[in-house]
Nanobody, 123 residues
Framework: QVQLVESGGGTVQAGGSLRLSCVVSDRTGSRYSMGWFRQVPGKEREFVATTSWSGGGTDYADYVEGRFTISRTNAKNTVYLQMNSLKPEDTAVYYC????????????????WGQGTQVTVSS
């Protein structure tokens, strides 16, 4: 069974930074591409960033490009999302997700999900 646990959410003022972490627990030893998504009440979950298993392939949504950075440390089974220059519109519950195979930007392509961590950016 694969489990994903996010942490690092909180409340920050506009212009500030947060770093989210996602620890992957998996006994199969599978190699996963990882993604970060976010969701606000009443809206669909939207893509934020993704990284391949090696970390060599990454992709970002236009609205976070240049402000957010996804990275991973496979030795620690952890993927990170460094969020800088945060804006009030970044307020959402952030989810990490895992899939076998290459990176993807659609929620439908991911097999495993964490429970989410709340990020609130005040103006």
């Amino acid at each position: 069974q694969v489990q994903l646990v996010e942490s690092g959410g909180g409340t920050v003022q506009a212009g500030g930074s947060l770093r989210l972490s996602c620890v992957v627990s998996d006994r199969t030893g599978s190699r996963y591409s990882m993604g970060w998504f976010r969701q606000v009440p009443g809206k669909e979950r939207e893509f934020v960033a993704t990284t391949s298993w090696s970390g060599g392939g990454t992709d970002y949504a236009d609205y976070v490009e240049g402000r957010f950075t996804i990275s991973r440390t496979n030795a620690k089974n952890t993927v990170y999302l460094q969020m800088n220059s945060l804006k009030p519109e970044d307020t959402a519950v952030y989810y990490c997700a895992a899939r076998t195979g290459w990176t993807a930007v659609s929620t439908r392509d991911y097999d495993y999900w964490g429970q989410g961590t709340q990020v609130t950016v005040s103006s």
